[in-house]
């Protein structure tokens, strides 16, 4: 809490704090605290955190989130998602030489019309053949569409962050070809369910971290 009190001084005495809040899919936690002169300039603006920073979960260092502030209450700053990505390191660690990497990159389609563009790598043991490659980016793309056909665009995401999408990507595709592990890498969402195209983003911001007093129960990632 002190070095949040620093940050407040000297030039940052001019702006006035404002508490940003994720989106109620992630049980709307508290984050931390933004700077900005008027409530208006926060629209817009995005922040990055680790799924980590919300569950307090080890085994969540590695997601990255993308959060968008999309109104303001007062104080309080309400975000909306924007994307995940799995980061650097994290990807690095799954690559072994004598294995092989299968990439799908695909739009999706929610059952309340939102759109997003998602990433999802694959990693084998052995090398295998092209021919299995395409065999296997089929079923995954014929499972999204099928996961996607049955939930909206909170269900989506939620199965995606916490690795259930993944668990079930990795079950078709093993019956193809021996896998050792399927990852959802990367989301970006396109469209909302409003109908709203994504707006451009305004600068990124950081958080001053907040100290939770309870955290919300986590599921478990592949």
Not at 25 to 44: K, M, R, S
Not at 116 to 131: D, E, G, I
Request: aromatic residues 8%; proline residues 4%.
């Amino acid at each position: 809490m002190s070095e949040q009190k620093q940050v407040k001084t000297g030039k940052w005495m001019i702006k006035k704090w404002f508490t940003v809040y994720a989106p109620a899919l992630f049980n709307g936690i508290e984050l931390g605290e933004v700077p900005a002169n008027e409530p208006n300039a926060l629209i817009g603006r995005t922040i990055e955190v680790t799924l980590f920073d919300i569950t307090r979960d080890l085994s969540h260092l590695h997601i990255k989130l993308r959060f968008q502030i999309d109104r303001v209450e007062g104080e309080r700053a309400y975000t909306r998602f924007k994307g995940m990505e799995l980061t650097r390191d994290y990807v690095k660690s799954l690559i072994r030489r004598g294995s092989s990497l299968i990439q799908l990159i695909q739009d999706i389609n929610t059952t309340d019309n939102a759109l997003l563009k998602v990433t999802v790598l694959a990693m084998t043991p052995t090398r295998c053949k092209s021919s299995q490659k395409r065999a296997i980016r089929r079923e995954f793309s014929k499972t999204l569409n099928e996961i996607a056909s049955k939930v909206d665009f909170n269900g989506f995401v939620k199965t995606a962050v916490f690795g259930d999408i993944s668990n079930q990507l990795f079950a078709v595709g093993k019956k193809i070809y021996p896998l050792r592990k399927v990852e959802v890498y990367k989301i970006k969402v396109l469209k909302y369910p409003t109908g709203g195209e994504v707006k451009p983003a305004a600068e990124e911001v950081k958080v001053a971290e907040a100290t939770t007093t309870s955290q919300p129960s986590s599921s478990p990632s592949s």
